[in-house]
């Protein structure tokens, strides 16, 4: 399993603020928190943790030899405590989130400890870069957009709460970051006996059905729907080995799309941007019904692109001709120690209007990304970096290579099945 995760824990948000108590901060546990997180199975290995807090603060003094011992590296944040300046561990956790997105490409799951709504806008930032991003709040204190955007949340328990033993049931599921809705849907839904892609597909459509017919489901669906991570999370729990590629889908959305077919229920985007499943007959005016998709094989040009566009490293592919004529610029114009950004403004002169700007701009990430350029120093900020073209690069046929190379690696990564070589030629034909 490989170094894939980075986690970051807001301690001005697990404590409440600045004048938190000394029963709550005795009480608290990164450790429980990390053993929850572990409990998903959407994490690698944990390549970084950080803590972002005032730890000049005696209170927090507490804490540091847990820290130690899990370790997680302590950020220092001035202001937290006693100039109370609110914000202040969230914009530096931002800040370090997205440059580490950057520089370290092999970190694909990121996870943030706070309930705080604020970080809704990093959680979409990250999926702009195809990053997967986990939200972990107490339960009782999750902010519901930061929630909505997240592509899984683990739901912690507050540590005030002084009696656990007086939990219902219920709530004793959510201690195991198990949604209370969902509880009571694993109680009675049965796991499938076979893992053909029928019975899977008979079982999701009962999943459904289940939250259509629960008196407090069908409430939430009539009012502002019910959120796609606790759906996933469901059906994770009933279907253990759910692989919606075999359907066709390498996006979940597109797999509830299918699901909700020829239902009562369809997947809605709500203003901003949440997507949640709801009643089709009471969406507001203002949301946009994703459109029901039909079944299809996993070997298509429309599986394939939509693999290509998820996870990390992306690959956006225009048509071939558009390729051809940026890749016959890159090899008669060989860039050398130029940033990302100049690259793409010299690319886009060069052509002279021949091709959009943001199709440069895609091929030119897809290129590098591949391996057809260079950037230096690895460490830094990608806005830092400055790329040239690979000194084994000489031709269109070796940009061909390395780019299909590339492509086919990716698809074998999610594919059960050898690739459909006729269709990757359709996407991807040879360049020469």
């Not at 120093?377 to 000194?391: C, F, G, I, K, M």
């Amino acid at each position: 399993m490989s170094f894939n995760t980075a986690i970051f824990y807001d301690i001005e948000n697990l404590l409440k603020g600045y004048s938190f108590s000394s029963h709550l901060i005795s009480n608290l546990s990164l450790e429980e928190i990390l053993q929850r997180i572990r409990k998903t199975d959407k994490i690698g290995q944990i390549a970084v943790q950080r803590a972002y807090a005032n730890w000049s603060d005696p209170r927090l003094g507490i804490m540091r030899g847990e820290i130690n011992e899990l370790g997680i590296d302590p950020i220092q944040v001035f202001g937290f405590s006693r100039e109370q300046k609110k914000n202040a561990a969230d914009i530096q956790l931002s800040i370090d989130a997205i440059d580490l997105a950057h520089i370290r490409p092999s970190i694909e799951v990121y996870i943030i400890v706070s309930g705080d709504g604020g970080f809704a806008a990093l959680a979409k930032k990250l999926h702009e870069y195809g990053k997967t991003v986990i939200g972990c709040a107490y339960d009782n204190a999750a902010n519901r957009t930061f929630q909505a955007v997240c592509d899984h949340f683990v739901r912690i328990t507050d540590p005030t709460e002084d009696d656990r033993q007086r939990l219902g049931n219920t709530v004793i599921r959510a201690l195991d970051g198990i949604d209370p809705r969902n509880a009571r849907l694993i109680s009675q839904i049965k796991r499938p006996t076979s893992q053909s892609p029928e019975e899977i597909a008979a079982k999701t459509k009962e999943i459904l059905h289940w939250y259509a017919n629960d008196r407090t489901c069908r409430s939430e669906l009539l009012v502002g729907g019910i959120h796609l991570s606790v759906i996933q999370q469901a059906l994770r729990q009933v279907i253990p080995d759910l692989q919606t590629i075999r359907f066709g889908f390498a996006k979940f959305v597109e797999y509830m799309q299918y699901a909700c077919k020829d239902s009562e229920l369809c997947i809605a985007r709500i203003p901003p941007s949440q997507v949640v499943l709801r009643l089709r007959a009471a969406a507001p005016k203002d949301a946009e019904i994703l459109p029901d998709m039909s079944l299809r094989t996993a070997h298509s040009i429309e599986t394939y692109q939509s693999i290509l566009s998820v996870g990390s490293p992306i690959y956006r592919l225009p048509p071939p001709h558009e390729l051809y004529i940026i890749a016959n610029w890159v090899i008669k114009n060989p860039l050398q120690q130029v940033k990302l950004s100049t690259a793409n403004e010299e690319i886009v002169r060069g052509l002279n209007g021949a091709v959009a700007a943001e199709v440069v701009k895609l091929s030119l990430f897809s290129f590098v990304s591949a391996g057809v350029f260079m950037r230096e120093p690895a460490t830094t900020n990608v806005s830092e970096q400055r790329v040239s073209l690979h000194p084994e690069v000489s031709s269109i046929e070796d940009v061909s290579r390395m780019l299909r190379q590339a492509v086919a690696r990716k698809l074998t990564a999610f594919l059960t099945e050898p690739i459909d070589e006729e269709i990757l030629n359709q996407i991807l034909p040879s360049l020469s």
